[in-house]
């Protein structure tokens, strides 16, 4: 069914779990909200499939695996018939992984998995979803980075740590910003969710799912495009490059 006509349309990936379960989670509280979730295994997915019976707004669950280019460009098909005529509003970028490794134990396959998926995975993802955005309304896409992607910030947060994870995030940043350069018609932003209690974040994380994520969609929806290119914290801070 497509039923975008009034409601404002969604992308996020990797929905199954942690932020992006979240932020499906809240966005489904609002009926004008339509969510497409991605995540690699729908079929397990057991706790975002739950949402459909008291979800207010419309969710769709499809199938993505972000660091598999093929999975990809597979998805204007199976998210055309879901928004039909009305286009996209916002993607979200925010599937990622972690891995513990220092610049000198390093595993280079590690490096090449944590690029492919936190960089050139959201970098398809944005070319295969920008003929959807250039047709809503908002066109808005938000990356999810980290702090841990701030060279600034390198001496105060993971130092000498994460170094695959940073990297890949330090280079996401620069992705955002070109896009802005490039397509000054969207409004592209990274942001770091703050450190927030998932399986990547664990339980010793500050922030509560829905405290971080309340954030994350406030300073979204109020992004203008002035905010283009900006690296901000959920709470809507710019954080050093
Ligand atoms: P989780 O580990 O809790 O969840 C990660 C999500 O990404 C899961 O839905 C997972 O799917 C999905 N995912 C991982 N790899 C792939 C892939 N190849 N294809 C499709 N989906 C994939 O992490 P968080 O929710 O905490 O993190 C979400 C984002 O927020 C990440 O980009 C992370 O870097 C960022 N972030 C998180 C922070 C935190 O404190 N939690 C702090 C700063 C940034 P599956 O269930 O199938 O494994």
Redesign the pocket.
Known sequence: MSSTACQTTWLI????????FELTRQLLESPSNLVIAA???PEKATALSALKSSAKGTLHIVK????DFASIRALPTAIAPILGEGGLDYLIN?????KEDTPLTLDPEVLLETLR??TVGPALVTQVAVPFLEKGGAKKVLN?S?TLGSIASAETFGKGTVTSYSISKAALNMLTYKLKQERPDLIAITL?????K????TQA?QLEPAESIAGILKVITCATAADSGKYLSHSGAEIPW
Do not use: K
């Open positions: 990936t990797g929905a199954s779990r942690g932020i992006g995540c690699r295994t993505l695996q972000v660091d925010n599937a990622g992984i972690l998926t936190n999810i980290s770091c969710p703050g450190w927030v998932t399986d990547m974040g994380a």
